[in-house]
């Protein structure tokens, strides 16, 4: 009896299109609308996407706070890798909150980069109000480690002998 009690609940829970809310499939599109509109460079239509009062928790400093602050650091990231493509392996939202599984790939200081990361996202009334990011540590070591140089290494002793 009680296996089908908690089978016809879990029928009742899920809709016909699998189980996700309106509300949870609304989040998935805006948050896939930000990261296309960032992968094109487009930010002109963040303010749809994103609240005036949003933080994000993933500031190399800090919290950047405020949308316009957001989408400035938006766009000095894309500056550094203006080839920057992104890809979504994986993706799941509910009413409140879109986990994506991302990897993006472009040239940053002359260099080919690869970094894969875990976006968080929390929506509220149809727009991003928080976002914290998760990557590899090793990833991010290799992306801030500068290119080798070509010229050969000049040794200090060099100097004293002139």
């Excluded at 089978?7 to 996700?20: A, D, K, P, R």
């Excluded at 994103?50 to 190399?60: F, L, N, P, S, W």
Aim: aromatic share 6%; with cysteine; charged share 25%.
């Amino acid at each position: 009896m009680l296996l089908v009690a908690a089978t016809g609940l879990l029928l009742l829970s899920c809709n016909n299109e699998g189980g996700m809310s309106a509300t949870a499939k609304k989040n998935l599109e805006i948050n896939d609308a930000i990261m296309k509109a960032y992968e094109a460079g487009d930010f002109g239509k963040m303010g749809d996407y994103i609240a005036a009062d949003a933080v994000d928790h993933g500031g190399e400093t800090g919290d950047v706070k405020g949308l316009e602050n957001i989408v400035s650091e938006m766009k000095r990231y894309r500056e550094m890798m203006p080839d920057m493509k992104s890809t979504m392996t994986r993706s799941l939202a509910d009413d409140e909150y879109v986990y994506t599984w991302a990897t993006m790939s472009g040239t940053m200081g002359g260099k080919p980069t690869t970094m894969t990361s875990v976006d968080i996202s929390k929506f509220k009334d149809g727009k991003a109000v928080e976002h914290w990011v998760f990557m590899d540590p090793k990833e991010l070591m290799q992306m801030m480690t500068p290119p080798p140089t070509t010229e050969p290494a000049k040794n200090p002793a060099d100097s004293l002998n002139k």
